[in-house]
């Protein structure tokens, strides 16, 4: 089975693994299913009410077309069949794809995606973390996610995630592994003009995630994106 390097709560790499071709199949049946399901109760409805040909275009055709697109978008990388495979897209340093990333796997879906063609389904299996086309092209890989409840991790990892924490800053999760590698080393290593650091990196990652800090100082707000960013790799899924 593929693996691919996830972050853990101490943002320590570990190897996740990545969906196989036969779940991708089974999380494309069920897409099919819902939109068959959508298109008949579609039809059914517009021929009760006597609809034209513009509706039948525009609840008929749009939802085809764009589905997976804004399933994924606006689901956090999943659509009904990858929620019940438990499976989901992500870039593949661990962070959330962009809205370009996700067009990319969408554009090149007419090529490899309709029932797995031939060229999707060899590009999985001869890949070495189960890539479609898409995948390759946008950067991105589809993981299984139930496996983080398996994963064993030591308690101290969460001494500062109680039951009733509340994140946030949901956009932390934007930022790559790598991005939050420098902001873990940089809070807990102190060195020369260290202040100046903090308020350096700080006024950065605001400028990355286009947000403004809340906390009273760098360090605080610095802290803040770190558990954030764990809250949300980790905890909700």
Known sequence: MAQS???TGQYVCIQQATASIGDRIFAQIIDWLVLLAYMALSIWFLSEINAGELWFFFLETMPLLFYTLCMEVFNHGQTLGKMAMKMRVVKMDGSTPTLGTYLMRWLLYIIDGPGLGFLGILSIVLT???????DLAAGTVVIKIQNYRKIQ???DEYDYLTQNYIPRYPQATDLS???IEIITRTVSTPRKDFAAHLVQLSQKVQQKLNITRQEPTDMDFLQRILRDYQYYALEEI
């Open 153 to 155: 991790v030591n308690l």
């Open 128 to 134: 070495k973390h189960n890539q479609r086309l898409g």
């Open 177 to 179: 592994l790598e991005q």
């Open 5 to 7: 390097g996830i972050v």
